[in-house]
């Protein structure tokens, strides 16, 4: 193994232990968004948006207004029609640290997140989504109107025909950066770096976007549809909720077994 590709969360887990090699200084690099810095042993090659995706014809056939806040999924006309993933998954970790932020929690303080989801979220919740891939099967079978999602899965999976939109609520979509690092100790070392650094070049950027991942290159330029469906241009990622990963990393096992004893059992 040369490169890994994954989720901020893992990533930070990665370079905890010792895993990626120190990225060799490239020009590219001073373009990339402060979001998607990890400390010269990583780069973000891809943004994603965790929010509200919601069946727009199931919305408007019921009546309902789409969803604008996070507080807004606690409403009781969504019982047994809502899902995320559970905390074994990244979805089910922003839903738990915005439930928290939005009703005075942090990271730091999860109490606040843990009371709503158990009392007030868990009611409209028809099951725990056990992948993105049972996600979009669950909205495809009409199990469920309303998800938090990222906005590259509600993007692929409106591109499909599906009525499906994507909301950033008012408090703030999560962001969520899939990075690469080159592993320590590989036997192409300099192939490592310098596909790393490719990942993250305009061009290579531009192709991401039509895949769903929002640029980290901040001279990447997109265009109509395109840069309206990804998270796209300094000023909207800077309304992206950045999570502390290392705390969460720290606390995410206690987190679980409590997740598991009081909210999916």
Same mark, same amino acid.
């Given at each position: 193994?040369?490169?890994?590709?994954?989720?901020?969360?893992?990533?930070?887990?990665?370079?905890?232990?010792?895993?990626?090699?120190?990225? %060799?200084?490239?020009?590219?690099?001073?373009?990339?968004?402060?979001?998607?810095?990890? =400390?010269?042993?990583?780069?973000g090659v891809g943004l994603v948006a %965790? =929010?509200? *995706?919601?069946? /727009?014809?199931?919305?408007?056939? !019921?009546?309902?207004?789409?969803?604008? #806040?996070?507080?807004?999924?606690?409403?009781?006309?969504? !019982?047994?029609?809502?899902? %995320?993933?559970?905390? #074994?998954g990244t979805y089910g970790v922003h839903?738990?640290l915005m439930f928290a932020r939005v009703? =005075?929690?942090?990271?730091?303080?999860?109490?606040?997140?843990?009371?709503?989801?158990?009392? /007030?979220?868990?009611?409209?919740?028809?099951?725990?989504?056990?992948?993105?891939? &049972?996600?979009?099967?669950?909205?495809?079978?009409?199990?469920?109107?309303?998800?938090?999602?990222?906005?590259?899965?509600?993007? *692929?999976?409106?591109?499909?025909?599906?009525?499906?939109?994507?909301?950033?609520?008012?408090? =703030?979509?999560?962001?969520?950066?899939?990075?690469?690092?080159?592993?320590?100790?590989?036997? &192409?070392?300099?192939? #490592?770096?310098?596909?790393?650094?490719?990942?993250?070049?305009?061009?290579?950027?531009?192709?991401?976007?039509?895949?769903?991942?929002?640029?980290?290159?901040?001279?990447?330029?997109?265009?109509?549809?395109?840069?309206?469906?990804?998270?796209?241009?300094?000023?909207?990622?800077?309304?992206?909720?950045?999570?502390?990963?290392?705390?969460?990393?720290? /606390?995410?096992?206690?987190?679980?077994?409590?997740?598991?004893?009081?909210?999916?059992?």
């Amino acid at each position: 193994m040369n490169v890994v590709i994954v989720d901020d969360g893992p990533m930070y887990q990665a370079i905890q232990y010792g895993y990626c090699e120190t990225l %060799t200084k490239a020009p590219v690099y001073s373009d990339v968004y402060e979001a998607a810095r990890f =400390g010269g042993k990583a780069i973000g090659v891809g943004l994603v948006a %965790t =929010g509200i *995706a919601y069946n /727009k014809a199931a919305f408007e056939k !019921k009546g309902w207004t789409a969803p604008q #806040s996070w507080n807004d999924l606690t409403d009781p006309k969504y !019982k047994q029609r809502f899902t %995320t993933s559970s905390l #074994s998954g990244t979805y089910g970790v922003h839903t738990l640290l915005m439930f928290a932020r939005v009703n =005075g929690g942090s990271e730091k303080n999860i109490e606040p997140g843990f009371d709503a989801i158990g009392k /007030k979220l868990v009611p409209n919740v028809l099951s725990w989504s056990s992948s993105p891939a &049972a996600l979009a099967e669950m909205f495809h079978n009409r199990d469920v109107d309303v998800a938090v999602w990222g906005s590259s899965r509600a993007y *692929a999976l409106k591109k499909t025909g599906f009525p499906l939109e994507f909301v950033y609520p008012k408090e =703030g979509a999560v962001a969520l950066v899939t990075a690469a690092c080159p592993v320590v100790q590989n036997n &192409a070392m300099e192939q #490592s770096q310098a596909f790393v650094q490719h990942l993250v070049s305009p061009q290579v950027q531009q192709w991401l976007a039509t895949e769903g991942w929002g640029p980290t290159n901040s001279k990447t330029k997109l265009e109509g549809e395109l840069a309206q469906n990804v998270p796209y241009g300094p000023d909207f990622i800077k309304k992206l909720v950045r999570v502390d990963w290392d705390v969460v990393n720290q /606390k995410r096992s206690e987190w679980t077994n409590r997740w598991n004893r009081t909210i999916e059992r």
